[in-house]
């Protein structure tokens, strides 16, 4: 970098800037994440804001409001993340891990746009048109009027949107993205803001969709998703494991919907398919009358999903006691054992605990307490619970069972895949009916859960 030209260390992770290099982001706390670069100008940060144009106060009552329009992407589940469909004008950004899917969906939902609205723009810096085309063919794509660029420099990119005028651009990826205008290296936070900054003018100048693919990133040289999240209008994610077939979707933020909504997938020979009943799915693989295995509904988004809870409680070698989690928070399953050991007296201390949550999908909801207290007694004692049971509710410091919202809701999908009877809190029941097919308990504290277990 020239002399005299004042460089910045930005955090690539969160956009902390310092005047010097440091070794962790004070801001973030992402260990070797500065990079040097070029001060942003005052003049490309005010673009960035600006995109809106001059304007005069104008009387709220004079705003017209805006239909609220939404096109389908012909996979109802990505619809349903999106709030229910996708927004023309708006900014989607789509992250996820590499090899997850996250170009495959795209490609798909380029595809199905094409069917309805006409042409769309694929633009990638990652795979070459030959690569581009092998995977459509693998998907069947239709694609009539489905236009790929492979191109990386932003102000190319800028102009085939402005001579194609396509009705939806795909972006993949925005980290490949560079603008000549900037001296940073391709990847770089200066770098993927400012091609953020310009997609999110031109999706509004032209109402077009535009959806950039943002890989989620361990190393500093590369800005993370994380980092365009305030640009952008809606950020999905990618989860689950590369080496199980489902993919959820979750919508981390939406200016057009709710937040949290998630879409499952299933990655197929032929693509990802949408799967319009997640609670069997996830269900599809439990074991019957096993210990340390439970049942519970848990709230994502809007919709009710059955899950499996597992937990294995076994002597520990060491003195102290191991205590792993996956797919649920760990703090919260340590609290969860001191209740366990200080209220029921289970001696849990010297026993390595592991709880899980099958399929591969995470939950942060206390309505799954319950079943985590009920999954590790079921298998601290050795007795399996009830295959035809579902259990939620949130577990106090005292041992109390308490409240959770969308009780009915929960209720009902449980009834719907075939529960028989469902234990929840009982400030809960009244919300919900009980049915000659779906008896159900409510409970006011672990004890009465503990007693069902034994009375089995
Ligand atoms: P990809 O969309 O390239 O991932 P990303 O863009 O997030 O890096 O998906 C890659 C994986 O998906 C790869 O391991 C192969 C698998 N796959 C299928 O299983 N079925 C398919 O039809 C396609 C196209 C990919
Ligand atoms: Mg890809």
Not at 44 to 72: C, F, N, Q
Request: include cysteine; charged fraction near 20%.
């Amino acid at each position: 970098m020239a002399r005299g030209q004042k460089t910045v260390y930005i955090c690539q992770q969160c956009g902390y800037q310092s005047p010097k290099w440091l070794g962790k982001c004070p801001a973030c706390g992402e260990w070797n994440s500065l990079v040097e670069e070029r001060a942003p100008s005052p003049e490309s940060e005010r673009r960035r804001l600006g995109y809106m144009g001059r304007a005069a106060p104008k009387s709220y009552a004079e705003i017209e409001p805006h239909a609220d329009v939404r096109w389908t992407s012909g996979l109802p589940e990505f619809d349903r993340v999106l709030g229910g469909g996708i927004v023309p004008g708006s900014v989607v950004l789509v992250g996820g891990d590499p090899g997850i899917g996250k170009s495959t969906l795209l490609l798909q939902v380029a595809d199905q746009l094409t069917r309805r609205y006409g042409a769309v723009l694929y633009v990638s810096g990652e795979e070459s048109e030959r690569q581009i085309k092998m995977r459509g063919e693998r998907l069947g794509l239709q694609a009539r009027a489905l236009y790929v660029l492979t191109e990386t420099q932003l102000e190319s990119v800028c102009d085939a949107i402005e001579t194609l005028r396509p009705s939806a651009v795909v972006i993949d990826s925005i980290q490949t993205i560079f603008s000549e205008a900037f001296e940073s290296v391709p990847g770089s936070l200066t770098q993927v803001r400012e091609a953020a900054t310009r997609f999110l003018m031109l999706a509004k100048s032209h109402e077009i969709p535009i959806f950039l693919i943002g890989h989620v990133t361990k190393e500093g040289m590369i800005a993370g998703p994380k980092a365009l999240e305030h640009i952008v209008d809606t950020v999905l994610y990618f989860e689950g494991e590369r080496h199980q077939n489902h993919r959820v979707i979750r919508a981390v933020k939406n200016r057009y919907g709710a937040t949290n909504e998630v879409g499952v997938f299933e990655m197929t020979s032929r693509g990802l398919i949408p799967v319009p009943n997640p609670s069997a799915m996830f269900l599809s693989e439990r074991p019957l009358g096993v210990s340390g295995s439970v049942v519970s509904a848990c709230l994502e988004g809007t919709r009710p999903i059955l899950i499996e809870l597992q937990a294995l409680v076994g002597s520990s070698g060491y003195g102290v006691g191991r205590r792993m989690t996956r797919g649920v928070d760990p703090y919260r399953v340590a609290l969860l054992l001191a209740v366990l050991e200080r209220r029921a007296g289970l001696q849990l201390a010297g026993c390595d605990v592991f709880v899980n949550v099958a399929g591969g999908i995470s939950v942060d909801e206390p309505a799954v307490d319950l079943a985590i207290v009920a999954a590790v007694a079921s298998s601290f004692r050795n007795v399996a619970f009830d295959p035809q049971t579902v259990v939620f509710g949130e577990v106090g410091l005292a041992g109390e069972v308490r409240a959770v919202s969308a009780a009915a809701a929960r209720a009902r999908e449980a009834a719907q895949m075939g529960f028989r009877h469902l234990v929840l809190p009982e400030n809960n029941r009244r919300s919900v009916e009980a049915s000659e097919t779906l008896e159900v308990i409510g409970v006011r504290s672990i004890f009465e859960v503990l007693d069902l277990l034994l009375s089995e």
